[in-house]
T-cell receptor, first 117, second 117 residues
């Protein structure tokens, strides 16, 4: 099946710094990618939809200026957590549909665990 | 808005015992239904899905789930579990049809299945 990778798998940073997380579709093109956040013992919450060549669509309650999303190519979307604080510590996961508009067949990356000290 | 309820946060069972992980959803319209599995330190993998047709769907590793429209349920079952089935299991839905949310996966909080020897 389709493969989605994320880098880094783990990152520890100091409060106030910015962290960039990459999401790549390795063997297919993804015009759309999704970013989720997962707290311990909680479900995945959709943060935003990343669209290649256009602005991301953010879910209600997600700060656009805090979580910057860039989808510069058909295989890469990046999530930048700006001025990170301890409450931003979480597991961030991306996904992509295997074919355009086939959203009922999404493939997930392995996730990035962010720890903000 | 749709929601997904997984009634059990943890289910411990012994090897070779049967198991049922419960999932109920709330939606007034038709949905696509999914079960994802997350093994320790790995990303989510699609286990099985119901899109249309037969209400009983099966995975390659012996799990099955049945869509019950009247009870708005999609419980996951396996007649005999293995230690390797130990993982977190997430139920999720997508609302069918057109509209801006036709891609959005809504997840339950997950059920940790622990299979003991």
């Amino acid at each position: 099946g389709a493969v989605v990778s994320q880098h880094p798998s783990r990152v520890i940073c100091k409060s106030g710094t910015s962290v960039k997380i990459e999401c790549r579709s390795l063997d297919f093109q993804a015009t759309t990618m999704f970013w989720y956040r997962q707290f311990p013992k909680q479900s995945l919450m959709l943060m935003a939809t990343s669209n290649e060549g256009s602005k991301a669509t953010y879910e209600q309650g997600v700060e656009k200026d805090k979580f910057l999303i860039n989808h510069a190519s058909l295989t890469l979307s990046t999530l930048t957590v700006t001025s990170a604080h301890p409450e931003d510590s979480s597991f961030y996961i991306c996904s992509a549909p295997s074919r355009p508009s086939l959203y009922n067949e999404q493939f997930f990356g392995p996730g990035t665990r962010l720890t903000v000290l | 808005a749709q929601s997904v309820t997984q009634l059990d946060s943890q289910v411990p069972v012994f090897e070779e015992a049967p198991v049922e992980l419960r999932c109920n959803y709330s939606s007034s319209v038709s949905v696509y239904l999914f079960w994802y599995v997350q093994y320790p330190n790995q990303g989510l993998q699609l286990l099985l899905k119901y899109l249309s047709g037969s209400t009983l769907v099966e995975s390659i590793n012996g799990f099955e789930a049945e869509f019950n429209k009247s009870q708005t349920s999609f419980h996951l079952r396996k007649p005999s579990v293995h230690i390797s089935d130990t993982a977190e299991y997430f139920c999720a839905v997508i609302i069918r049809g057109s509209g801006g949310s036709n891609y959005k996966l809504t997840f339950g909080k997950g059920t940790l299945l622990t299979v003991n020897p």
